[in-house]
């Protein structure tokens, strides 16, 4: 079965521009997280949804937003860019139904943000 | 706050050599401890560790757990040039709906 697809695999942007991730999850899973990896913090936790509901929220600014739709898809949006904002952005995926456990983690969207 | 420290943060050996890499953590109600590699882009699941002391194997990998220490490690025999990559380690709580990751461990296996 399909895996975790993420769109698009590389942007660049620049400083102030906004930018919107999307997240396909593999079928039958109800549960997607987000995450964002850098060399210097790796992998951080950025939020997590279940059933168009986030669950679970991380240490990120209000910039940093995402939503999940009917079809268990899902989007992340930043706003308002800065540098630091340049990361590997990987979404995962998990049936979801308790706690987080197995995560299965798409390619990835390598944002550049000069 | 929950955290996970990775050890060595990288190694480099020659293919053949046996190598240990240690996960030591603290968090709230611990639930599981995972390990993932990641080789380019996409994390891959290794193992999920719920109980003290049962090892868990996969061909040449294995991984244990200590939860009255808060460690684990894995252990990677007979290593291969494929086996070069980050090797990911995370927990999660009872009640969490997030994997908290260390730093990772960056292996190269040199030919």
């Known amino acids: 079965k399909a895996g975790v697809t993420q769109t698009p695999r590389y942007l660049i942007k620049t400083r102030g521009q906004q930018v919107t991730l999307s997240c396909s999850p593999i079928?039958?899973?109800?549960?997607v997280s987000w995450y964002q990896q850098t060399p210097g913090q790796g992998l951080q936790f950025l939020f997590e949804y279940f059933s168009e509901t986030q669950r679970n929220k991380g240490n990120f600014p209000g910039r940093f937003s995402g939503r999940q739709f009917s079809n268990s898809r899902s989007e992340m949006n930043v706003s308002t860019l800065e540098l630091g904002d340049s990361a590997l952005y990987l979404c995962a995926s998990s049936l979801g139904a308790g706690d987080a456990g197995e995560l299965f983690f798409g390619e990835g969207s390598r944002l550049t943000v000069l | 706050e929950d955290k996970v420290v990775q050890s060595p943060l990288s190694l480099v050996v020659h293919e053949g050599d046996t190598v240990t890499l240690n996960c030591s953590y603290e968090v709230t109600n611990f639930r599981s401890l995972l390990w993932y590699k990641q080789e380019k882009k996409a994390p891959t699941f290794l193992f999920m560790l719920t109980s003290s002391g049962i090892e868990k194997k996969s061909g040449r990998l294995s991984s244990i757990l200590d939860k009255k220490e808060l460690f684990s490690i894995l252990n990677i025999t007979a290593t291969q040039t494929g086996d070069s990559a980050i090797y990911l380690c995370a927990v999660v709580g009872w009640g969490a709906q997030k994997l908290v990751f260390g730093q990772g461990t960056r292996l190269t296996i040199n030919p």
């Open positions: 079928s039958g899973h109800r549960s």
